[in-house]
């Protein structure tokens, strides 16, 4: 979606370290990969039956790290129990364990993790990202659909700042810049990804419509070196 948009919040500083994993670190072939430095990601399916169960995230050993239950309502981590209502990413429950999944927001139902490697039926995930904490998801009873990055960007409704990161007519920063107005916000999902650019397109949803029914698409910048420029929209 393309509005102003807050910026990620700074992880914390983290002292804990005591259930870090230690493993092989994979290789990465593919573009993507390489920039994201996983597989993918996890998407969890937001089903009636699913809701209902117990989602769990193991340790090396298989033992339970964390249990979540969005029809309860409730997180457990260890000693720690809370409500999911309001769920802030970096509470002290989150700190204390380095609970910091790519995304999390269980009140949208919208939970995912990034995965490094899937080997007979389980899937390693990162818990944070910076301190290169990773924990361990059974693939079973259809509760998350894995899906690679490409296949997860295209398609997906991208955010950024069309001050900074202006829509291009073709992948080239000297192409010309593709203006538009709207009273409201525009609605951008990513429909072709090549190498530094992505292509863009302006669509019917949350509510929001092409300004002047004017079907809008061209190619904007979604990284740079190592910075991701943009951010996905997974809820309206």
């Known amino acids: 979606m393309c509005s102003s948009c807050n910026e990620h919040k700074a992880t914390a500083e983290l002292t804990k370290d005591t259930i870090s994993s230690t493993v092989s670190k994979p290789v990465y072939t593919d573009t993507l990969e390489s920039f994201f430095q996983s597989k993918g990601v996890l998407v969890f399916n937001a089903t009636d039956k699913n809701l209902s169960k117990d989602a769990k995230i193991l340790n090396d050993d298989n033992t339970v790290f964390a249990t979540y239950n969005l029809a309860k309502n409730q997180i457990a981590i260890g000693e720690y129990r809370q409500s999911l209502t309001n769920f802030p990413k970096e509470n002290q429950m989150c700190i204390q364990n380095d609970f910091f999944p790519k995304e999390f927001y269980p009140e949208q139902s ?76 525009v609605v951008f999902v990513i429909s072709e990804i090549s190498g530094d650019w992505m292509k863009i397109e302006c669509a019917e949803r949350c509510g929001f419509s092409c300004p002047a029914g004017k079907k809008i698409a061209g190619w904007i910048k979604w990284r740079k070196g190592t910075k991701l420029l943009i951010r996905l929209a997974y809820s309206c």
């Open 110 to 185: 919208v939970i995912q993790f990034e995965y490094t490697s899937i080997v007979d039926g389980f899937a390693e995930v990162i818990l944070n990202k910076e301190k290169q904490i990773k924990k361990r998801i059974e693939l079973k009873d259809s509760l998350y659909t894995v899906v690679p990055w490409k296949k997860h960007l295209i398609g997906s409704m991208v955010d950024f700042n069309p001050r900074l990161n202006p829509v291009h007519e073709s992948k080239f920063d000297y192409s010309g810049v593709i203006t538009y107005e709207s009273d409201e916000d």
